[in-house]
């Protein structure tokens, strides 16, 4: 295998999550998504819930304000030790095993690794809202307004802690649209650019 890393980041109700599964299911490789807040939460003492609101989403709906909240005296806030210790791990996992790693910063945590192959995962609007009603349930209104919120809160903590911009094609070695390729076709590509 030429590349035994796979980082995933996805827009919300892309598929992404389940494209990453399919991959490390083909190429026989651990997958690791939910597994990190679990990690983090046993290393941190928080619990996994509050891991999951903080550590890859921005508790506000500014940088500026991402910037300043809940700040110690030394300038660090709640957010930047549970980002530390996600980092840690990611980088752990990326060094002990072949695996693919969804979210959570890691394209940019393992931008140097030299066998990681860095995915966005992206879809129409249509696409993902449809998705969105049908997981969550919810009108198509509150799929729009779940779907903006919640690539914002990503977008706000990647852009924070990576000085990159979320979802910009230079920041990944390939970006796939599962509303057009579909999501088995979308984990076949990449299952080919490893090999």
């Known amino acids: 295998m030429k590349k035994s890393i796979i980082t995933v980041s996805r827009e919300f109700g892309s598929g992404g ?22 990690r ?3 290393k941190t003492g928080f619990a996994e819930d509050f891991i999951e609101k903080n550590g890859e989403y921005s508790p506000s709906k ?28 990611i980088l752990e ?9 969804v979210g959570r910063c890691a394209d940019d945590i393992l931008n140097d690794h030299n066998k990681a192959l860095h995915v966005f995962i992206y879809g129409s609007p249509e696409e993902k809202i449809k998705k969105i009603m049908d997981t969550h349930k919810i009108s198509e209104k509150e799929a729009l307004k ?46 080919n650019l490893v090999k």
């Open 62 to 89: 500014s940088i500026f304000a991402y910037a300043v909240v809940s700040r110690d005296r030394a300038g660090s806030s709640m957010n930047d030790y549970i980002y530390s210790v996600q980092r840690k791990i």
């Open 146 to 191: 779940l779907m903006k919120a919640t690539d914002k809160k990503r977008s706000i903590n990647y852009n924070y802690y990576t000085d990159k911009q979320w979802g910009r094609t230079q920041n990944y070695d390939v970006c796939l649209n599962s509303s057009v390729l579909g999501y088995e076709k979308c984990a076949d590509i990449i299952v």
């Open 93 to 101: 996992l990326a060094e002990k095993e072949a695996c693919v790693i």
């Open 40 to 42: 983090v939460a046993e």
């Open 17 to 38: 999550r389940i494209i990453g599964k399919m991959v490390a299911e083909k190429l026989g490789i651990a997958y690791y998504d939910k597994q990190i807040i679990a």
